[in-house]
Nanobody, 118 residues
Framework: VQLVESGGGLVQVGGSLRLSCAAS????????MAWYRQAPGKQRELVAR???????DYVDHVKGRFTISRDNAKNTMYLQMNSLKPEDIGVYYC?????????????WGQGTLVTVSS
């Protein structure tokens, strides 16, 4: 599975951005997809995850502001980010959990930078 993110950029506080993650390769082997964020000088952290049954999970500080979704026809996952805050700044990475045989492998995109100006 290969992942390519797009949609990052510079936005003012309170603004919105939509990130996209295009997946290719062995799509049926993907069990879930997610967005992670890595803020400057910090470890990568989970922002939101979308399971194949449609279940979603969000980190507390984005609940009500971010929405994760997937267009299966386009093999693309999205992260709609509204009411952006300076603490949302970071590189956002697309993640796919791929089942290969009896194990799960984590696949990553190259990341897309989100900057929020105050």
């Amino acid at each position: 599975v290969q992942l390519v993110e797009s949609g990052g950029g510079l936005v003012q506080v309170g603004g919105s951005l939509r990130l996209s993650c295009a997946a290719s390769g062995s799509i049926p082997s993907i069990s879930s997809m997610a967005w992670y964020r890595q803020a400057p000088g910090k470890q990568r952290e989970l922002v939101a995850r979308l399971f194949n049954d449609g279940t979603t999970d969000y980190v507390d500080h984005v609940k009500g502001r971010f929405t994760i979704s997937r267009d299966n026809a386009k093999n693309t996952m999205y992260l709609q980010m509204n009411s952006l805050k300076p603490e949302d700044i970071g590189v956002y990475y697309c993640n796919a959990r791929e089942k290969v045989g009896m194990v799960y492998l984590e696949r990553w995109g190259q990341g897309t930078l989100v900057t929020v100006s105050s």
